[in-house]
């Protein structure tokens, strides 16, 4: 592969995330929305976010002549499964949904070290695109993260 074929590879993986993450944090604010209004918003907020993120890797990949991918990543596709198999079994819980979500956002945060520390040559803007939606999806795995721990810690 040239080295244009490399990074558009690397930045397509994280179109995909962020697809992940728009699917995922949709189908959560759903889940949410005769749970708990606090949620629903930091859903949708998280949703508008990667679609951003999304926007601004697609303007990097056609760059380089890249073509961007539309679909979701199989793991992504499993977390969204899962999402609908455990709320099966838990009823749309405040801690199901929390919980989940911190499994996508495990996800993503996999994704992008995988982005940053692949054999592609990434040029220095790209690489400081990349790491700057690594910090703020680091702030959303905190944030869900935080959530999650003071339901368990109220529900104890």
Known sequence: MTTNENLVEV?????????????????AAEETKDIDIDLKT???KLAEDSIKYKTELVNELTKFGGKPITGTTGLGKIYRVWMDVKATFTGHDRLSVLEACVFGEDAAQ??????LSSDAEINADTRKLITTQQASL???????SKYRDMHKAVNA
């Open 138 to 144: 680091q702030i959303s795995l905190d944030l869900v």
């Open 11 to 27: 930045l397509n993986d994280l179109v995909q995330i962020n697809n992940d993450r728009i699917e995922g944090y949709q189908k």
């Open 110 to 115: 996999k994704a992008y070290r995988d982005a």
């Open 42 to 44: 930091i859903f949708i």
